[in-house]
């Protein structure tokens, strides 16, 4: 009878070469590091734009946003949401299609898709937040934040 020896379960992956960037390992990180700093990020987002104003989600309107970009702290904390949210999303859909994709050309067309989705969003979302005008010419001033010159 031959008998063989198991790793002990958490014996790391043997790697081709030495001293490589373990990838999966700080993917594995980024998600429980950038999970608890979601917490903060979406509680605060909802208590802000759901509970505070009282309003719930009938007061989110062009002025409710204009009026609170025109604060950077919430430009940096959406910053933050946008950026860790999909970043996170996107990890965490390239390891369900790692998972679950077994055919090779589609598994890399997905992760392809999924890389060039996740890029396009980040630059798009970056760019509203930043290049917003609260106060755009020709607007009723019934849907502009009170704080816009009278047109
Ligand atoms: C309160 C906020 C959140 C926390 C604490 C959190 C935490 C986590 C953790 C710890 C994992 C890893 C699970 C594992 O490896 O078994 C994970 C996976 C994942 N998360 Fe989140 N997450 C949050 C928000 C989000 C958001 C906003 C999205 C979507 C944009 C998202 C999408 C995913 C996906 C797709 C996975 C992969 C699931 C899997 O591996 O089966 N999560 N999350």
């Known amino acids: 009878m031959t008998s063989s020896t198991i ?7 043997p790697v081709a070469r030495k001293r490589r960037v373990n990838w999966e390992k700080w993917g594995w990180l980024y998600m429980r590091g950038s999970g608890v700093l979601l917490i903060v990020l979406i509680a605060a987002h909802l208590f ?15 002025a409710f946003v204009g009026g609170k970009w025109s604060n950077p702290f919430w ?24 998972d679950y994709v077994s055919n090779p050309k589609v598994r890399k067309t997905m992760l392809i898709a999924l890389l060039a989705s996740s890029v396009v969003l980040l630059l798009l979302g970056t760019l509203v937040i930043y290049t917003f005008d609260p106060c755009p010419a020709g607007s009723l001033p019934s849907d502009l934040p009170s704080f816009c010159p009278a047109q």
Do not use: C, Y
């Open 7 to 13: 790793e002990a379960p958490r014996s790391p992956r």
């Open 48 to 62: 802000t734009n759901l509970i505070a104003g009282q309003g719930g989600v009938k007061a989110i309107d062009f």
């Open 75 to 98: 430009k940096v904390w959406d910053t933050l949401l946008l950026w860790l949210a999909l970043i996170h999303g996107s990890n965490g859909m390239r390891t369900i299609v790692n």
